[in-house]
């Protein structure tokens, strides 16, 4: 099974965060996050193609894999195709998948995995980190997924949105650049701020 058809399973940097309730026992964090702050969320990578498309028709149409590499491309994102209706791009630390998905295909789904896994004796420390994100963070939610083979628990975090009604081109952009975005964010925050990577 790819690493990229898994469902949702089970679900502090140097300065000090004084809006943050969260205290450290040893390396896990215990308490409630702090709730989510507008300097949480975080800017897309690049508006550019954004800006360039709104001087295009907005013209509303289904939402199929053809249009959303087109709309990487726009973006400069690279991606593979698996021939299974699935797009997989890769960056240093995670690789994101986009899809279609649903009954009709209308869902588009992006699914980001950190290449990096958690060992299973991390696995408290890793839904404490998974649910900090999930509470303090917009757009993604993020899960510990099942083990893998050699028992290791791999996060990922996730984008879906049903578009069974189409979007425009500039819509269909917008959201695929803010899902990378989001990914890079994630992965970023999981190796540094979050400490579990």
């Given at each position: 099974m790819p690493w990229w058809s898994w469902r949702?399973?089970?679900?502090?940097?140097?300065?000090?965060?004084?809006?943050?309730?969260?205290?450290e026992e040893g390396t896990v964090r215990v308490g409630p996050p702090a709730p989510r702050e507008?300097?949480?969320?975080?800017?897309?990578?690049?508006?550019?193609?954004?800006?360039?498309?709104?001087?295009?028709?907005?013209?509303?149409?289904?939402?199929?894999?053809?249009?959303?590499?087109?709309?990487?491309?726009?973006?400069?994102?690279?991606?593979l195709a698996d021939g299974d209706g699935s797009?997989?791009?890769?960056?240093?630390?995670?690789?994101?998948?986009?899809?279609?998905?649903?009954?009709?295909?209308?869902?588009?789904?992006?699914?980001?995995?950190?290449?990096?896994?958690?060992?299973?004796?991390?696995?408290?420390?890793?839904?404490?980190?998974v649910n900090e994100w999930n509470h303090t963070r917009r757009f993604c939610k993020a899960y510990v997924g099942d083990p893998t083979e050699r028992g290791q628990l791999p996060i990922y975090a996730e984008l879906q949105v049903p578009l069974g009604a189409g979007a425009h081109d500039a819509l269909l952009v917008e959201m695929l650049d803010c899902g990378a975005a989001v990914a890079t964010t994630f992965v970023d925050w999981l190796h540094d701020e979050g400490a579990l990577l």
């Open positions: 949702p399973g089970h679900v502090g940097g140097s300065e000090p965060d004084t809006r943050s309730r969260i205290s507008p300097e949480d969320d975080c800017a897309p990578i690049d508006r550019c193609a954004i800006k360039d498309m709104k001087d295009m028709p907005a013209t509303v149409a289904p939402v199929t894999l053809r249009r959303v590499g087109d709309a990487l491309d726009l973006l400069d994102v690279r991606y797009l997989l791009a890769m960056w240093e630390r995670h690789a994101v998948l986009f899809t279609l998905e649903g009954p009709e295909d209308e869902i588009l789904v992006m699914r980001a995995r950190p290449h990096a896994t958690v060992p299973p004796d991390w696995a408290d420390r890793a839904y404490r980190v």
